[in-house]
């Protein structure tokens, strides 16, 4: 199971660490949500629990619970910027369809 970052997505993570002035990476999670039911989450990780799966690409290094793995597993997880809009956009083969807005999806 892997899940893996463009270069763009790893810059803007030691971006913001680097602006947060702490943290070992980012978790990457699904929550129920939407009207698809699940959405991406994430957040800034200080410490990772001892069950999470820490995958690391040139130093950055995203965290996952096992939970959430099985929705994630080959993801790519990259960072766009489309006109004034920018954010991470997840390329996640288990997708079986999303919601309109593409808030949430399913698997």
Do not use: W
């Amino acid at each position: 199971m892997a899940i893996t970052m463009t270069e763009a997505a790893q810059a803007h993570i030691q971006r913001q660490l680097a602006k947060r002035g702490k943290g070992i990476g980012i978790r990457v999670g699904v929550k129920t949500a939407g009207c698809s039911g699940l959405a991406y989450v994430l957040e800034f990780v200080d410490e990772s629990e001892p069950d999470d799966v820490v995958f690391e690409q040139n130093g950055v290094k995203l965290i996952v619970d096992p939970k959430s793995l099985v929705y994630l597993d080959g993801t790519e997880l990259d960072f766009v910027k489309e006109g004034l809009n920018e954010g991470f956009a997840f390329s996640n083969p288990n997708v079986k369809n999303a919601c309109g807005c593409g808030e949430s999806f399913h698997v």
